[in-house]
Nanobody, 131 residues
């Protein structure tokens, strides 16, 4: 089992920045936290969950949803078992609960954006962007 704990959410004005963190612990036998693709998803109020960003196991490949490209940056520190989401130029439409997720992969360079592929999820951290 992998446990994921998000932090860093809060209230920010439009145009501001936030940095989310996701700390990973535990793993299935034979695996480590660095065995997983890491992704961020979000669920805006009254809407479906949507893909935000993902990073490959080795941190070298990243992939973003269209609505956050150029504003958000995902990164990971495998030594610290932590993944980050730097969010800049925030907009009111970025308001959502943000979830961290882990997807086991044998490839060090694969990224995925489909929620059903992800095996483990955190509890989420709320982000509110005021206009």
């Amino acid at each position: 089992q992998v446990q994921l704990v998000e932090s860093g959410g809060g209230l920010v004005q439009a145009g501001g920045s936030l940095r989310l963190s996701c700390s990973a612990s535990g793993s299935a036998p034979g695996r480590t936290p660095s065995s997983y693709i890491m992704g961020w998803f979000r669920r805006p109020p009254g809407k479906d969950r949507e893909f935000v960003a993902a990073v490959s196991r080795n941190g070298g490949i990243t992939y973003y949803g269209d609505s956050v490209k150029g504003r958000f940056t995902i990164s990971r520190d495998n030594a610290e078992n932590t993944v980050y989401l730097q969010m800049n130029s925030l907009k009111p439409e970025d308001t959502a609960v943000y979830y961290c997720a882990a997807d086991y992969s044998t490839s060090p360079t694969t990224v995925r954006s489909i929620p059903v592929n992800y095996d483990y999820w955190g509890q989420g951290t709320p982000v509110t962007v005021s206009s």
